[in-house]
């Protein structure tokens, strides 16, 4: 995998929203936050537009990402914010300027279509990371800034109840759940062979994560894994005929026949603590009394 090179201080980060619609205090405020990082931050020139619940028409948001693609001043690319949209327009996105200059991808959500395309026609590093409106959040903005910057990125954690102990090694893959079997069978489908497969979610039925899990299931993705990470799974809803399991059961019923290792309860999602994944990079599991995810460093 590629790896694009680190910021430093002085580099020029795009915010653009390829998206869901956007509040400009939110911008804001982001924009002030990575300028304190000492970057320079340009927004896309129709961030602030409203097309019912997208950041502008699909000509409009495509407009906006293209051009921080093909910005060879431009360092990173910020997601303003998930929502929907993006596979609308990542079809009709050029990315030959990006392959010869990469630049980091950042975002979550609904912007796994952009990670997972990236990963799985290019080659490239992406960072599953905080957008606009996670920059208030000191902890997540933190790791953001750690990764954007090339530091070294490790995270040790209270071993979940349900995790199955074990360490293993991998690149990490994934990004949320929904948007992962959506993009199955599609050319942003994800390899999961002796891969580490990171899933979260938010906001769905019960009964339909059983479906999201059988999905993967039927599609092969969860056959020869080297290892599963388990994020945030919140607001999970339910039927007035309760589906009796909750959501980290579910997950764990689901991969109970299988032999890989299993982390469930990381800090990464649709929560206020939500640490920064470098996807495409190789990482090393452990599962043990305390839960480690250590990421390689690309020079070591």
Known sequence: MITPPSITRGDRVAIVAPAGKIDPAVVDFAEARLESWGLNVVLGEHIFNQHFQYAG?????????????????????????????????????????????PKWI??????????????????IETLHATMAAGLKEDVSAETLRTSLFGESLSYELDTHPFSKPRDTMGILVGGNLALLCSLIGSVSDIDTEG???????????LFRLDRLMWTLKRAGKLDKPAGLIVGNFNDMRDND??????????????????????????????????????????????????TTLNFYHPNS
């Open 57 to 101: 028409t699909d000509e409009e948001r495509l407009s906006d990402f293209q051009k921080a693609l093909d910005d060879e001043s431009v360092n990173a690319i910020l997601c303003a914010r998930g929502g929907y949209g993006l596979i609308r327009i990542v079809d009709q996105l050029d990315f030959t300027k990006f392959k010869t200059n």
């Open 106 to 123: 950042i975002g979550f959500s609904d912007i796994t279509i952009l990670h997972s395309f990236i990963q799985s026609n290019l080659g």
């Open 195 to 205: 891969k580490i497969l990171f899933i979260e979610d938010v906001g769905e039925y």
């Open 241 to 290: 005929n309760p589906f009796g399991k909750t959501a980290y059961e579910i997950i764990s019923e689901a991969v109970e026949a299988y032999d890989f290792p299993v982390s469930f309860g990381f800090p990464a999602g649709h929560e206020k603590d939500n640490r920064a994944l470098i996807l495409g990079r190789t990482v090393n599991l452990s599962i043990n009394e305390k």
